[in-house]
């Protein structure tokens, strides 16, 4: 076992109330990933009952309880989320591509008055869509760092056609003539369900992009399954801890 795997299997959040030495270790027991909401569950069922010491009776009692309301919850989580949409209360979201590109070697074996052509045209489609669309475009210098993509396009709109019309207009430039993409993923923007407990500064509105804040990008694909949705929420949340916790230990990523 690793030291960060060790620390992950110790680690225990401040607790508020006094706990059995059983209790204790009976939460160690518990995954990391949903150990910091079940405690917190646990120790507000406790104070809403007056209790003092959590023993292993009270984390039994507790977790019962928290199982029915989560249902509960989820329920009147649903039918709220109906009622929004049929009253038209959807919040408008924008769309977001990632596109890498990759330029075929023979480029640069042509006449220089050519490939300056080239390069005039693809940047003239460019500013054309930054200047005159509410498509927001940045660009991401790759060479040197990657092999499989030469540079990187982050593209934002509420409209998903843009990037079809804009990248069909690229492709018609000298330059988008010997362009690859290599990469492309299409997501939309969203309003977090999981809390950030570890860091609550995070917390923002991610409905709305504002693109451009540093030098530098990290593009990682992050998709969830179905499998994903099959978890109770507690569970999901004690993941998303995990996932936020080995993140703020490297903030300047």
Do not use: C
Request: glycine share 4%.
């Amino acid at each position: 076992m690793s030291v960060e795997d060790k620390e992950l299997e110790d680690f225990m959040p401040a607790l508020e109330l006094s706990w059995t030495d059983a209790a204790t270790e009976r939460m160690k027991n518990v995954p990391f990933f949903v150990r910091k909401s079940v405690i917190r569950g646990i120790e507000q069922y406790a104070k809403d009952k007056g209790i003092e010491v959590v023993d292993d009776e009270v984390v039994s009692r507790a977790r019962q309880e928290r199982e029915g309301k989560a249902i509960a919850e989820a329920r009147k989580k649903r039918e709220l989320e109906n009622q929004a949409r049929e009253e038209g209360k959807d919040v408008r979201r924008q769309f977001v591509n990632f596109s890498f590109f990759k330029l075929d070697p023979a480029y640069r074996r042509l006449p220089r008055e050519e490939q300056e052509k080239g390069k005039r045209e693809f940047l003239d489609v460019l500013e054309e869509y930054d200047a005159e669309s509410d498509l927001i475009v940045l660009s991401y210098n790759l060479v040197g760092v990657r092999a499989d993509a030469d540079f990187m396009l982050w593209r934002i709109s509420y409209d998903l056609e843009d990037f079809q019309k804009m990248t069909t207009r690229l492709y018609q430039t000298g330059l988008g003539r010997y362009l690859n993409i290599t990469y492309s993923y299409l997501s939309m923007t969203k309003k977090s369900m999981y809390m950030d407990y570890i860091n609550p500064e995070h917390e923002e509105d991610r409905t709305h992009i504002i693109p451009g804040k540093a030098k530098y990008l990290f593009v990682y694909p992050f998709t969830k399954k179905r499998e994903w949705y099959l978890l109770t929420q507690f569970t999901r949340q004690g993941v998303m801890d995990e996932h936020i916790f080995v993140g703020n230990k490297y903030p300047s990523v």
